[in-house]
């Protein structure tokens, strides 16, 4: 098991939803942001939606809207309800996440493995 686990991914038909979960290992304690990325095949990662220790989310234009990013900082998990789904938004999700080592004061940037989100027309 790695340090970031995403979870969630599916075939949905269009305008239907899917909530993605990424859970960040409990050793990790200080997580200051937590990401959401997609990539489709041949193109690079694009950023989804992202939410800081303080609460403060940004999201693409193309899911403001339809798409929610939330966490729960007891769980170390990072939540994306996606609605209205589209074709367009196929793609390999991925979770990112920003720990701060308090010791050294680095923050160190990690991925999940993604999961595959697929919807249908």
């Known amino acids: 098991q790695g340090l970031v686990e995403e979870s969630g991914g599916g075939l949905v038909q269009a305008g239907g939803s899917l909530r993605l979960s990424c859970a960040a290992s409990?050793?990790?304690?200080?997580?200051?942001?937590m990401r959401w990325y997609r990539q489709t095949p041949g193109n690079q990662r694009e950023l989804v939606a992202g939410i800081t220790s303080g609460g403060s989310t940004n999201y693409a234009d193309s899911v403001k809207g339809r798409f929610t990013i939330s966490r729960d900082i007891a769980k170390n998990t990072v939540y994306l309800q996606m609605n209205s789904l589209k074709p367009e938004d196929t793609a390999v999700y991925y979770c990112?996440?920003?720990?701060?080592?308090?010791?050294?004061?680095?923050?160190?940037?990690?991925w999940g493995r993604g999961t595959q989100v697929t919807v249908s027309s």
């Open positions: 990112n996440i920003d720990v701060l080592y308090r010791a050294t004061g680095v923050i160190r940037n990690y």
């Open positions: 409990e050793s990790i304690s200080s997580i200051t942001a």
